[in-house]
């Protein structure tokens, strides 16, 4: 079993940044891809950006050039930096980490873009 805790939600104004982290224990071996989604209520739960262990990053296009995604192997912690913030980035955040094929979720954090 894998467990993810997210954390650096909140409300942030259009145009400022965050910094989601997320922290994975357990039984954390042979973790390949971790990435975020998120999800608006009443919409699809969508992929934000992924990372494998070997670094290579994958984003959605709407993020591209805004987010960053990286990952600290040592510390089994993924994070997601979130620059130029717009209203419709507003969603829960989920973490999510795939163990050969097996996908484990965090809770989700809620990230809210407002002014």
């Known amino acids: 079993q894998v467990q993810l805790v997210e954390s650096g939600g909140g409300l942030v104004q259009p145009g400022g940044s965050l910094r989601l982290s997320c922290a994975a224990s357990?039984?954390?071996?042979?973790?390949?891809?971790m990435g975020w989604f998120r999800q608006d209520p009443g919409k699809q739960r969508e992929l934000v950006a992924a990372?494998?262990?070997?670094?290579?990053?994958n984003y959605a296009d709407s993020v591209k050039g805004r987010f960053t995604i990286s990952r600290d192997n040592a510390k089994n912690t993924v994070y997601l930096q979130m620059n130029s913030l717009k209203p419709e980035d507003t969603a829960v955040y989920y973490c999510?980490?795939?163990?050969?094929?097996?996908?484990?979720w965090g809770n989700g954090t809620l990230v809210t873009v407002s002014s």
């Open positions: 990372i494998t262990s070997g670094g290579t990053t």
């Open positions: 999510n980490a795939d163990q050969g094929g097996l996908f484990y």
């Open positions: 357990g039984t954390i071996f042979s973790i390949d891809a």
